[in-house]
């Protein structure tokens, strides 16, 4: 049996007779970590934990989440403060370069992104083929996976500085081109030409309505400040690990869209609304539904609480829940959903099934609300949260190559049938 015992900064693990020292890193808030990378030469045996409920695949500066106390900081600066008082394309050079940029900086990275706004006619004939009635998630994947093919210049997107900020600018600068293209696809709408002159987020605006709505534009660039980053989630996770192989920027990106398509991860906005809608139709009784989320009998899970990392209120779900009111209110728009939703939290937040598990609203929890009030249809909501997390992606891929990460490659414990002989198929 093993036993593992702390000591200063190592830590002693015995197996059987031995004893083996590890070494432990800490972290910018003291945060613990064993480093077991020589473990398996030294004792033959792997560490297993399915799920990385409880293994750092990397040592990061980017995201700092203390989930215990809900916070969360991109570089050190509050989740908070950056919604308030950050812009969207702030942000993203603070996640890629790690310090906030001088107006100087930033007018040159806008411009940069404006220089590379534009897909090339064929990725639109793609689009064009796909049913109207294709998710949009899968629409959004077919073109990110596209890109390596019309863009080849781009394949290897590390090692020559220019291509590198060249494949950057570009799938920056284009996946909200791809976003409203895939909406109005979907919607049998003509598609409107991007607007260089006006910015990032009105100019998404733009090619999806065809007008700009100030107040819509200010929640949109919080709301998507508020999903640039979140550490080593299933999709950052996964965009790591395929950029590990060496694939190109666009390749690793495409891997990245496929992770957060799931219900258990970015789909769960779209799966929030659904829920939500369900609930109301059904005569709005949250109190069945609760209970239904405490059945281990049933399927139905409360689509939006919980959190593998946050076991107290996701502060960006605090942050969005304030936005709910503000939104609706300027738009001058009514959601019946928004009394059920805060119904359905109410009533989980005094229950001790969701109290003693620790589970609390999550970002996508209220995020469908607003989206819905911007005009923005619930199947697109997926594809909203990948426009916000793309700087994130960027920034987790840049720093596993800047770092040299080996190939990610997880190990495991066989548990399969032992040796034996083929029988031929006549002697089955
Ligand atoms: N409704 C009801 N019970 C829940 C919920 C929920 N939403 N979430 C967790 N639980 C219960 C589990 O059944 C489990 O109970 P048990 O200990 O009695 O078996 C316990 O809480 C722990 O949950 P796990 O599933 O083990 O936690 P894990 O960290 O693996 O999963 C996850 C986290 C996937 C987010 C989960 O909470 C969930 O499915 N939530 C709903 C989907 C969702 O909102 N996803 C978005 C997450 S945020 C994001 O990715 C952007």
Redesign the pocket.
């Known amino acids: 049996m093993a036993t593992i015992t702390e000591m200063n900064e190592t830590v002693e693990m015995r197996i059987g007779k031995e004893t083996y020292s590890l070494p432990v890193v800490t972290g910018t808030y003291n945060e613990k970590g064993i480093d077991i990378s020589q473990l398996l030469s030294q004792t033959k045996h792997v560490t297993l934990d399915t ?1 990385f ?1 409880n293994t750092g695949s990397t040592m990061s500066s980017i995201t700092f989440i203390d989930g215990a106390k809900g916070i969360l900081q991109h570089r050190g600066y509050p989740i908070e403060q950056l919604a308030d008082q950050a812009t969207f394309t702030e942000l993203m050079l603070l996640l890629l370069n790690g310090e906030l940029p001088t107006q100087q900086e930033l007018s040159t990275f806008e411009d940069n992104l404006k220089a590379h706004v534009g897909l090339k006619g064929g990725l639109k004939r793609l689009l064009d083929a796909m049913p109207e009635n294709t998710h949009p998630m899968c629409m959004l994947s077919v073109m990110v996976n596209a890109l390596p093919g019309f863009y080849r210049a781009n394949l290897d997107s590390w090692s020559d500085e220019q291509v590198r900020w060249d494949s950057i600018y570009f799938i920056l600068a284009n996946l909200p081109v791809m976003t409203a293209y895939i909406y109005r696809h979907h919607h049998r709408l003509a598609y409107i030409d991007p607007d260089p002159s006006l910015g990032y987020v009105e100019n998404f605006l733009y090619m999806m309505f065809g007008e700009v709505d100030e107040d819509v534009a200010d929640a949109l660039d919080a709301l998507l400040v508020l999903h640039g980053d979140h550490e080593q ?2 999709s950052a996770a996964t965009v790591r690990v395929a950029g590990s192989s060496h694939v190109n920027l666009f390749s690793a990106i495409g891997a990245g869209v496929n992770a957060l398509w799931g ?4 789909g ?1 906005n779209q799966a929030v609304l659904e829920m939500l809608e369900a609930i109301r139709e059904d005569g709005g009784d949250v109190e069945r539904y609760i209970n239904k ?1 405490k059945d281990k009998d049933d399927p139905f ?8 990392v946050y076991k107290n209120y996701d502060p960006r779900a605090r942050v969005i829940k304030k936005y709910v009111d503000r939104v609706l209110g300027k738009l001058g728009k009514e959601d019946p959903v928004v009394d059920i939703a805060k119904g359905l939290e109410k009533a989980a937040l005094a229950d001790d099934y969701f109290s003693s ?1 620790k ?1 609390f609203p ?3 929890f209220y995020s469908g609300i607003i989206y819905r009030a911007m005009g923005i249809p619930v199947d697109m909501f997926t594809v909203m949260f990948a426009l916000g997390r793309l700087p994130g992606w960027i920034s987790q891929w840049a720093e596993m190559r800047t770092n040299n990460e080996p190939i990610g490659r997880p190990r495991q414990v066989y548990i399969g049938p032992a040796t034996r002989d083929y029988v031929p198929i006549d002697q089955r």
């Open positions: 799920g409920k989630n299933c219900p258990l991860h970015g769960a989320a899970r409360l689509m939006g609480f919980g959190h593998r598990r589970l999550n970002v996508d």
